[in-house]
Nanobody, 125 residues
């Protein structure tokens, strides 16, 4: 079993930056896909970035060029650097992990992720 704990959320003005962290513990496997999702009030959970065990990444179009996902395999920490934040980025942000691959690749489909953190709130005004 994997435990995930997010931190780093908060309130920021539009154009500002935040860094989210996710500490993984328990039975962590470096082969897991790790990802960040977000869910705004009244909206579906949205996948925004993943990183695999080779460091390959992919991003949702809405955050490309603004957000950067990274992973420290030694410390089991997942990070999301968020720059040029917009009010529409306001949401609860979750980190997640899974051993599922679609034809060998990580995906950003929430239902395919097995382990979830409790979330951290990001508010951009």
């Amino acid at each position: 079993h994997v435990q995930l704990v997010e931190s780093g959320g908060g309130s920021v003005q539009a154009g500002g930056s935040l860094r989210l962290s996710c500490a993984a513990s328990g039975y962590t496997d470096s082969r897991y896909c790790m990802a960040w999702f977000r869910q705004a009030a009244g909206k579906e959970r949205e996948g925004i970035a993943f990183i695999d065990d080779q460091g390959r990444t992919d991003y949702a179009d809405s955050v490309k060029e603004r957000f950067t996902i990274s992973r420290d395999f030694n410390k089991n920490i997942l990070t999301l650097e968020m720059n040029t934040l917009k009010p529409e980025d306001s949401a609860m942000y979750y980190c997640a992990a899974t051993d599922y691959r679609f034809f060998g690749n990580c995906v950003l489909t929430p239902t395919l992720y097995k382990y979830w953190g409790q979330g951290t709130q990001v508010t951009v005004s």
